[in-house]
């Protein structure tokens, strides 16, 4: 059986994150979620003592759990199993070629009722950017060539942390738009962020001269903010999931309750009439 294609160039990814790092990383959107997952975990109760955290950019994150493992985003995570009671994957696993087995190794990290948290980008993000360059791709050369990166929708994500055996999953998500002078100014932002083109099916090719210029007036027709600037959707998708442990909340077994749910209700119980009225031989 043929491997699915990959996603991601792992090394062209790697390049783009050294170089943004190299020239000072904008890392707005990591400073705002690192602060959320903070809230998050503020309302847990539970201390953490030997957290990690899977990151492509550390500085934002070293501050969030003092003394937490730092371990670099890649296909094969330095994580040991069992050896941490909180896992934070941090704005990369939208990048995962394989975001199941990401899961899979945080959770084998993880100490029995152990935490996961991840955020990552979810599908409605850049869906303006996404749409303004298909659409002048289209007009220019007649197809379309893969320059944005596809990303996971919550129900599908939601799904993951149950197939990777984490307890209690929970998904949910926040939007957020930025306004940008241009689209050149978002583009430019997203490589500050190493969140330029790292796909393994991008065109190698020559951009064609005139795209991007027709792209970014489509953008700005299409999707203007206040203050003659235009609007960036991003969708950050929160996960977590629990180690099972014995100790933790479990449904009860279908039969088993003990008050009827008319008393519950203070009501009479009706039976059910037939109502069957389909033909018969």
């Known amino acids: 059986m043929n491997a699915p294609p990959l996603l991601t160039d792992r090394a062209a990814l790697s390049r783009n994150r050294s170089r943004a790092l190299k ?10 979620v690192a602060a959320e997952i903070k809230e998050r975990l503020s309302e847990v109760n539970k201390t953490f003592t030997v957290p990690a955290i899977v990151t492509g950019f ?4 070293a501050s969030l759990q003092p003394g937490a493992r730092i371990v670099e985003d890649a296909e094969t995570l330095a994580l040991e199993p069992e050896a941490h009671d909180l896992v934070i994957h941090a704005l990369s ?3 995962a070629n394989d975001p199941v087995g990401q899961l899979v190794q945080c959770r ?4 029995p009722d152990g935490l996961f948290i991840a955020a990552l980008f979810g599908g409605q993000t850049l869906m303006e950017l996404r749409a303004a360059v298909a659409e002048a791709e289209s007009r220019l050369t007649g197809g379309l060539s893969p320059r944005v990166l596809p990303m996971a929708e919550i129900r599908d994500l939601g799904a993951l942390l ?4 984490f307890a209690l999953p929970v998904a949910d998500s926040v939007r957020r738009t930025v306004t940008y002078l ?3 100014h978002l583009i430019a932002d997203l490589r500050a962020m190493g969140e330029g083109n790292a796909l393994f099916q991008r065109s190698r090719r020559a951009t064609p001269r005139d795209l991007f210029p027709e792209a970014a007036r489509i953008y700005a027709a299409s999707y203007p903010a206040p ?15 629990w180690a099972p442990d014995p100790s933790q909340q479990k ?22 009439r037939n109502t069957d009225t389909s033909a018969k031989d």
């Open 108 to 111: 084998r990290a993880l100490r």
């Open 227 to 241: 203050d003659d600037r235009v609007a960036a959707t991003f969708e950050t998708i929160f996960l977590t999931g």
């Open 58 to 61: 550390p500085r934002p994150w």
């Open 23 to 32: 020239q000072g990383a904008e890392t707005f959107l990591h400073d705002i």
């Open 162 to 165: 149950q197939r990777a055996g």
């Open 251 to 272: 449904p009860l077994r279908p039969g088993s309750a003990a008050t009827r749910l008319a008393d519950a209700l203070d009501t009479r119980e009706q039976p059910l």
């Open 93 to 95: 696993l939208h990048w």
């Open 182 to 184: 241009t689209a050149f």
